[in-house]
């Protein structure tokens, strides 16, 4: 995550649309904060990791919000913003009904924070469908890393109820390559041509 945010920045500086590229820089940074985070041994590491996981969901989903005002993308006719919100359904239920039934000790405030956190996460999802949906091309690889940071931490959370485990190794090699789908193709690549003046 760290070179995640230093590729982040550098484009951010590089790139002519710098107002998206600078949420994605905070989008990134609270997601490596979320991640010192739930590398520590306490009690608290859960709940305040995923918190910062959801400021970085927050933070996409506005600037995901800007850019579909921006191109005045219609989300009722947009088949991409439905097949987020079909995630969301079918994630938290799945979730809901696993936790309930394998978890020996239910706690109903992490049960509501865990629909809460796969709310915003499949609002980030389905913005983001439907604004890849729209633009076509190289956005592809942008909804592409979304549906892979979908997917990671939706095993996470299968992870944590101890269903799948074996697999569960192999989040961490697709994890960065999902952030790092997003930061990259979040906007066109098109740099600037910067003049250097001459002296005479």
Known sequence: MSLILIIAIILAITLKSQRNRILVIFATLFGLIGDVIMALDASWRVMVGGSFFLLEHIVYIAMLVLLIKKEKINLRNNIG????????????????????????????????????????LSTHLSLNFAYSYKKKG????????????????????????????????????????????????NNDLVFEKRKVAKHK
């Not at 979730?95 to 796969?118: D, G, H």
Request: aromatic share 22%; charged share 5%.
């Open 138 to 185: 190289t956005y592809y690889l942008f909804a592409l890393g979304m549906l892979i940071f979908f997917i990671t931490d939706i095993w996470v959370f299968l992870s944590a109820l101890k269903i799948n485990t074996y697999a569960s190794s192999l989040i961490w090699y697709f994890y960065p390559i999902g952030q790092l789908l997003l930061v990259l193709f």
């Open 81 to 120: 913003f439905y097949i987020g919100v079909a995630f969301f359904v079918i994630s938290v239920v799945t979730i809901e009904a696993l936790a309930f039934t394998m978890v020996e000790k239910q706690n109903i405030v992490l049960a509501i924070l865990v629909a809460i956190y796969i709310l915003g």
